[in-house]
């Protein structure tokens, strides 16, 4: 039973990881270093703490890309 529980959370944070991947693709980013990329990701987390304008304004970005493949 435990090893079925592990073997799910497995399976989860690997499906978790890999769609991280396809954002990163999505965004024309897939060729980027990974340290600009953690870089930039460390810094966008800072300034969505302390600016929620920001935060709409980029989650209207990323609808809108969403929204141009269906998903």
Known sequence: MRQALSSEARKKDTRE???LG???AKAGLRY???AVLLGALIELGR???ADEAERARLAA???K???NDGE
Request: glycine share 16%.
């Open 65 to 67: 890309a969403f929204g």
């Open 47 to 49: 300034r969505l703490k």
């Open 32 to 34: 980027e270093k990974r």
């Open 17 to 19: 990881k890999i769609e």
């Open 61 to 63: 970005i990323g609808a």
């Open 22 to 24: 396809g954002l990163i």
